[in-house]
């Protein structure tokens, strides 16, 4: 599971080698918590744990660094 580094905050953004067969998305994970944003447009996939609010700031971090995050989608997945 490759992890995008320097973003800050308590969160760990990650790939799964699996999922390179889908859109551009990042997972994040903090403590037992997960969910999953797609990055074209800047969406909720998918959440396992995490209170509405504590979305939306994951949301505008994801946003906020939705560049790095392709970047790294596009090297990890080869496109």
């Not at 580094?5 to 918590?33: K, L, Q, T, V, W």
């Not at 959440?47 to 979305?55: P, R, V």
């Amino acid at each position: 599971m490759p992890t995008v580094r320097d973003i800050p905050g308590p969160y760990r953004f990650f790939f799964y080698s699996f999922d390179c067969n889908e859109p551009a998305h990042i997972h994040i994970r903090r403590e037992n918590r997960t969910c999953k944003f797609w990055l074209e447009p800047v969406m909720l996939a998918g959440n396992d744990g995490f209170a509405a609010h504590e979305l939306g700031v994951i949301r505008k971090l994801v946003a906020a660094q939705r560049g790095q995050l392709m970047e790294a989608w596009n090297e990890h997945c080869g496109h």
